[in-house]
């Protein structure tokens, strides 16, 4: 009998590791993860220009003009964008001018980029370096109020020196010209440094009118739309960098 027991133990134990070794494996399961393209999502800048000749393109047109290079040049990085260029600027402009067209303009502050470039009328129509010291610090405070506030939105473009054209040639003060400039320049940037705000410096480029021709605009004064395409090289990375931040 115990026998029997054991040979019946011995044949259900061998049908049981048949059907076992007959199953199939299971299968493992591979999950893909979806990876979803991350959306670049639309946005819209306001931009403000501010200065004088050299920020309205005096001699050069429209589109030549720095500030719209500048704004063309940011799009073409992100076609999605859009950017809205206001310019508030004339030829002959001093600080004065400048404070007194924007008080009466009054412009919105809700701009996520200010550049200011002012102080060569003040040179050329003889007005006191005392005047420039005091209204150019308010010109700045002025840029960052419109800037949504924030000083980091804003941007000092220096001063040109047009000694270096046929015009200022032609005036036999070439040498005036440029320390007068050189002063007004420095002031601004040690301003700008003391209070952390960007100072670009495009001066030597238009130091370079009398060597390339190609810089200096037909009426043999203002810049060219090369030299402006030349300062906005240095500008829109800076730009770049505020817009994204």
Same mark, same amino acid.
């Given at each position: ?6 040979? &019946? ?5 061998? $049908? ?5 070794? +007959?199953?199939?494996?299971? %299968?493992?399961?591979?999950?893909? %993860? ?11 800048? @306001? ?12 001699? /050069? ?5 720095? %500030? ?8 073409? $990085? ?5 950017? !809205? ?5 004339? +030829? ?20 996520? #980029?200010? +550049?200011?470039?002012?102080?060569? @009328? @003040?040179?050329?129509? @003889?007005?006191?370096? !005392? ?23 804003? =941007? ?8 270096? +054209? %046929? ?13 007068? =400039? ?22 030597? =480029?238009?130091?370079?009118?009398? &060597?390339?021709?190609? #810089?200096?605009?037909?009426?043999? #004064? ?7 395409? #030349?300062? /906005? ?13």
């Amino acid at each position: 009998m115990k026998k029997q027991f054991q040979v &019946i133990v011995a044949f259900f134990s061998l $049908l049981f590791i048949a059907s076992c070794s +007959t199953e199939s494996p299971i %299968p493992e399961t591979t999950l893909t %993860p979806v990876i979803t393209a991350p959306q670049t999502q639309a946005k819209s800048y @306001n931009y403000l220009a501010i200065g004088d000749s050299y920020t309205i393109g005096q001699s /050069v047109c429209e589109t030549c003009r720095f %500030p719209a290079q500048l704004s063309k040049s940011l799009g073409n $990085l992100n076609s999605n964008n859009t950017y !809205s260029l206001k310019i508030i600027a004339q +030829t002959g402009w001093t600080t004065t001018n400048l404070i007194s067209a924007i008080n009466t303009q009054n412009p919105t502050s809700n701009n996520d #980029l200010v +550049t200011l470039l002012i102080g060569v @009328n @003040n040179q050329y129509q @003889n007005k006191p370096f !005392s005047l420039y010291e005091k209204e150019f610090p308010e010109l700045v405070n002025k840029a960052i109020a419109l800037a949504k506030g924030d000083k980091t939105n804003v =941007i000092v473009v220096s001063i040109p020196d047009y000694a270096y +054209t %046929p015009f200022g040639q032609a005036s036999g003060n070439q040498a005036i010209i440029s320390t007068a =400039i050189d002063q007004y320049n420095t002031f601004a940037k040690k301003y700008c440094d003391d209070n952390t705000i960007l100072f670009i410096n495009i001066t030597d =480029i238009t130091r370079q009118g009398l &060597i390339n021709k190609n #810089l200096v605009a037909p009426d043999g #004064l203002h810049p060219s739309e090369l030299a402006y395409s #030349l300062f /906005v090289e240095r500008i829109l990375p800076k730009a770049t960098t505020i817009l994204q931040n």
